[in-house]
């Protein structure tokens, strides 16, 4: 048995060590069996550390005997995407994901909390079958003696950008940082405390909005800047997948909030709590078992992980919907249920509208696996998502506007249209200029309507709570930043203009008021061929350089786009294809005679108005909830801390 | 039942009516050839690159071939629109479109080509074999 191979296998068994001594700990209630759970923890920690560090060092001494290093990396890869090429494959990512979950653990474990033992012992579950898929598929494996590679085949050239070496992982913290609400709310259950994991789950809550947004925020910068899918979202089910979890788990935020004033809501936030957790494995099933191989490009192929990936769902469906069901007669009700005009009224429309969106992404997403239960398996086109979530997207932003307006318990309708009314008539103001200069449909008019009002509503807020203290301000700041990104959608997919151009090579091209003229082909410092277009129009002149190359890997060309920033607009220059004046000679690849001076390049150009404010409210939104994050720490510092003077 | 509770069931109604008519308008069936040539609407088919004759004018924007499905039955397939470079290696085209006067006019095209993740699944296969 390799190093690897061992390690993965001490990881597994100090797992099913750990979990065993906690449900001792807390069935029997033995500091003992605790002591030896913290133990097994750590011990497990410790494995999944040394298994990363020696998959690295394979990696960097190029160890073909390896499989996944064989498959993954290359001689030729620079170090930093050898770096990255440990989560190149589902091998790895299983194992960064073990990783991230047990370090997020120990952090857990160190709460002095009565809930903490427990928490850990459904923590520790997801760590058990991640650490069964690392000892049976994981990225240990070796060739049979005698088949080494003399190479390894390589990262994936797309994969081979700046942002492989940060948005992955930092999705996957948000994936594992989920195990921990989830964990939180199985041991508010078990031991009846219904209102005591409200503030030990807040941060974790907050860490996991933040941290995810981060994620599928840098996958959106990718996707544009460099992929040039020609936006930042495709609806594409590896996107919906960071998503949906994402959507279910804001609507737990709020709801956490809400108990926390006013004890309502104890039941939606756990089943909440289950169900966010339950989503990261529900997408992940869909992207990585190959259920979904004839419907995108992007999912993984199937490696005969379905059984172990949907045993995995259940698994923790049954333990997490199971329990609810077990305890749901014995919550009691709340002293004052939510209800009358009061901002937790708001706020539980608002989770109603986030838990809608996030069950109709699910089911577009799910489109094929659905269909095929009627018959052919169908999928839905992505303007499916655009028309579901347009009108929920009017609804959440007048909410969000309103609900920071209001108080909490009891609100005077008088006062609260007093209170309204300048940031209405800012709004009203803002739509009757976007008509005018050319918005002429109801949605995308509602969209920026509802969208400004929630963005100068906030802004009220936010100055007022600013002036008092960062911590009354922060909240409002992340509304002003989704109302920011709202527009930004709105703007930059609905109202830019896009042409496709021939270019021949020397001749100067029109389109959209830009004069093109495609200058021929360079090889750039990074090795890749670029192409060269000098573009004239009313903004200045300035010269694009698009990579377009063939890449042998995958046997087709690789494409980046080129983006002119400025202030109100970005303009887009994709390059399609480059051909051969004569037809017959089609495609061009090394070896075959360059192109001559009669090749064509053909090009999309696209205007992006205001895609400043989707980078924008994308910022707001990501500093709002790390202030949480700060936020919610602290006061649960001062739990831990008046707690643990309690116990001692 | 408060207001509370009324609101919030007109809300789920309609998102979920907007939500069944969105996906009924939206989604676009995987049909066999034959089921193609019998429905009126937007459908997906795929298949292989039946043979190499197949016309290909960039400049124009024109693409015109014939695309073999599992069965084995042969379909022509029109497309006007930019070509994807790597047409010429595709093993698999998913043309979206529907299906007029005798052709398939494809309003889309998606192809596959040999990738490295399906030479991998394969070598699995092989491997535990």
């Known amino acids: 048995m390799n190093p690897g191979q061992l390690l993965a296998w001490l990881a597994f068994l100090a797992s099913l060590a750990a979990g065993l001594a906690w449900l001792a700990a807390v069935a029997g209630g033995r500091p003992a069996a605790g002591r030896i759970a913290r133990a097994a923890f750590r011990a497990q920690w410790l494995a999944l550390t040394a298994a990363a560090a020696f ?29 990255a090429a440990f989560w190149g494959g589902q091998e790895g990512t299983f194992l960064l994901w073990a990783l991230l979950t047990a370090t997020l653990g120990l952090v857990l474990m160190r709460l002095r909390h009565r809930l903490t033992e427990t928490a850990m012992a459904f923590l520790n579950l997801p760590l058990v079958m991640l650490g069964l898929v690392s000892v049976m598929r994981g990225p240990f494996l070796t060739f049979p003696p005698g088949r080494m590679p003399p190479d390894g085949r390589g990262l994936n050239p797309l994969l081979q950008d700046p942002w492989m070496t940060i948005h992955p992982p930092v999705l996957f913290i948000g994936f594992a940082s989920l195990a921990v609400p989830f964990a939180i709310a199985m041991a508010a259950m078990v031991k009846r405390d219904w209102d005591g994991w409200v503030k030990v789950a807040l941060p974790w809550v907050a860490l996991s909005t933040a941290v995810l947004a981060t994620g599928f925020i840098m996958g959106g910068v990718w996707a544009y800047r460099v992929l040039g899918w020609g936006g930042y979202w495709g609806w594409d089910p590896v996107e919906n997948g960071s998503l949906i979890p994402w959507l279910a788990n804001v609507a737990l935020l709020h709801g956490l909030l809400v108990q926390r004033l006013t004890g309502s809501l104890r039941r939606t936030n756990l089943f909440l709590g289950v169900t966010s957790y339950v989503l990261v494995l529900y997408a992940s099933f869909l992207t990585r078992s190959g259920v979904l191989a004839d419907f995108s490009v992007h999912s993984f192929a199937n490696l005969g992980l379905t059984s172990f990936l949907l045993s995995f769902l259940f698994v923790i469906m049954i333990a997490g919907y199971g329990l609810i069901v077990f305890r749901l007669g014995g919550i009691p009700k709340p002293l004052q249920r939510v209800g009358g005009f009061s901002r937790e009224s708001v706020m539980w429309l608002g989770q109603l509208v986030l838990l809608l969106m996030c069950a109709l992404i699910t089911i577009g997403m799910s489109a094929p696996l659905l269909t095929r239960l009627f018959g052919s398996p169908s999928n839905v086109r992505t303007s499916y998502y655009n028309l579901v979530n347009a009108p929920l997207a009017i609804i959440m932003g007048l909410l969000l506007g309103l609900g920071p307006l209001m108080r909490w318990r009891s609100q005077d309708p008088r006062a609260l249209l007093r209170a309204a009314l300048p940031a209405l008539v800012l709004a009203v103001a803002l739509t009757l200029v976007v008509v005018v200069r050319g918005v002429r449909d109801f949605m995308p008019a509602g969209v920026i309507f509802a969208a400004a009002f929630a963005l100068a509503a906030n802004a009220l807020v936010a100055a007022r709570g600013f002036r008092v203290g960062w911590r009354h301000g922060a909240a409002a700041l992340g509304h002003m930043g989704v109302a920011v990104l709202l527009i930004g959608i709105v703007a930059s997919s609905g109202y830019g203009v896009a042409a496709q151009v021939q270019l021949p090579q020397g001749e100067e091209r029109q389109a959209l008021g830009y004069s093109l003229t495609y200058q021929g082909r360079v090889k750039e410092p990074d090795g890749k061929d670029h192409v060269r277009i000098a573009v004239n129009s009313r903004e200045g002149r300035f010269e694009a350089s698009p990579a377009l190359y063939w890449s042998e890997f995958n046997q087709g060309y690789m494409k980046k786009p080129h983006v002119e920033r400025y202030l109100t607009h ?65 006061e649960l510092d001062a739990v831990g801390t008046a707690e643990g003077a309690k116990t001692a | 039942m408060n207001v509370k509770v009324i609101l919030a069931l007109a809300l789920v109604a309609v998102g979920f009516a907007v939500g069944v008519t969105s996906f009924r308008k939206s989604v676009t069936p995987y049909l066999s050839f034959a089921e193609a040539r019998r429905t009126a609407g937007l459908v997906q088919v795929n298949g292989e690159i039946a043979d190499k004759n197949y016309v290909l004018k960039p400049l124009e924007q024109y693409l015109e071939f014939n695309l073999r499905d599992q069965k084995g039955e042969v379909m022509p397939v029109v497309y006007r629109g930019v070509i994807p470079g790597n047409f010429g290696q595709a093993t698999m085209v998913v043309a979206i479109g529907r299906y007029q006067a005798g052709r398939f006019q494809a309003e889309q095209l998606l192809l596959k080509c040999p990738s490295k993740y399906q030479d991998e699944a394969d070598r699995r296969k092989a491997v535990r074999k």
């Open chain 1, 55 to 83: 998959l690295w060092v394979i990696l960097f001494r190029h160890d073909f005997h390896y499989q996944y290093v064989a498959s993954y990396s290359s001689f030729a890869m620079p170090a930093h995407f050898i770096f």
């Open chain 1, 570 to 634: 970005d303009v887009y220059i994709s390059p399609l294809e480059i051909v051969d004046a004569d037809p017959a000679v089609a495609l061009l690849r090394p070896g075959a005679a360059p192109p001559g001076a009669g090749s064509v390049l053909a090009v999309e150009l696209s205007t992006k108005p205001f895609i400043n404010l989707v980078w924008l409210g994308s910022i707001l939104m990501l500093a709002s909830t790390f202030l949480i994050v700060f936020r919610r720490a602290q």
